[in-house]
């Protein structure tokens, strides 16, 4: 464990409760280092976390004798198995996410930018009680070939190559989940056909990439 690892997990969850994706001890994050995860503990605030408090542990568990990882800790261990690529993931119970996961609906094709997370949609993983190996399975079932997916009356979570980017997959989850139920509060989306999305999901293959120098 280096000093900077948990230090860039302090920030993401610090991050998550400013912006509100998070409040009081919901939501946690994770980072895998080889065979292990560094994760937050159980009842962690952001008022209250340090670099000190986080919990190392073997991604397969179970935690050590004397440690209190988060509750969820086999959901992340559940993704780092399913999606090899995940390095960093971060669970919220943000607003929009979590008002979409309780009507058990995925995240449709209302807008191009779902085509980001991989597929057509956002699936949403079916309810199992928190801190269970049933979310844990129902996680694990779900998210392969995403970057993220809702939990049915409970919230979301998301995998990234970085902490950086496992924020910034949060936050536009929760971006795109506002705007969809604002639409649907206003009418019935149109929802992009599947051509449509297959054109975004070719656009996104280059999207961002500077030219060599």
């Known amino acids: 464990m280096t000093e900077g690892t948990a230090q860039a ?10 912006r509100n994706l998070n409040t ?14 560094l994760i937050t503990p159980t ?12 919990v190392l542990m073997p991604v397969a568990g179970p935690p050590p004798r004397r440690s209190a990882p988060s509750s969820e800790w086999p959901m992340h261990a559940a993704i ?68 993220a997916c809702l939990l049915a009356n409970h919230g979301m979570i998301v995998h990234g190559p970085s902490p950086e980017a496992a924020l ?4 536009s989850l929760e971006t795109l989940a506002r705007q969809y139920l604002l639409a649907r509060a206003a009418g019935t989306p149109r929802l992009l056909t599947p051509a449509e999305m297959r054109a975004a999901h070719k656009r996104f293959r280059t999207y961002g990439n500077r030219p060599a120098r």
């Open 9 to 18: 997990i302090v920030a993401v969850y610090v991050e998550l409760a400013r």
């Open 43 to 54: 009842g962690a605030t952001a008022e209250t976390l340090a670099p000190g408090d986080l």
């Open 168 to 171: 910034a997959t949060a936050i």
């Open 80 to 147: 780092y198995e399913a999606c090899p690529e995940a390095a960093c993931v971060v669970h919220t119970h943000a607003d929009h996410c979590t008002a979409l996961a309780c009507l058990n609906e995925p995240l449709p094709a209302f807008h191009y930018m779902v085509a980001a997370f991989g597929g057509n949609e956002v699936p949403c993983a079916p309810y199992a009680t928190f801190g269970t190996p049933a979310l844990a399975s129902a996680v694990r079932q779900t998210i392969p070939g995403h970057t």
């Open 24 to 37: 009081g001890s919901a939501g946690n994050v994770s980072m895998r280092l080889g065979d292990t995860m």
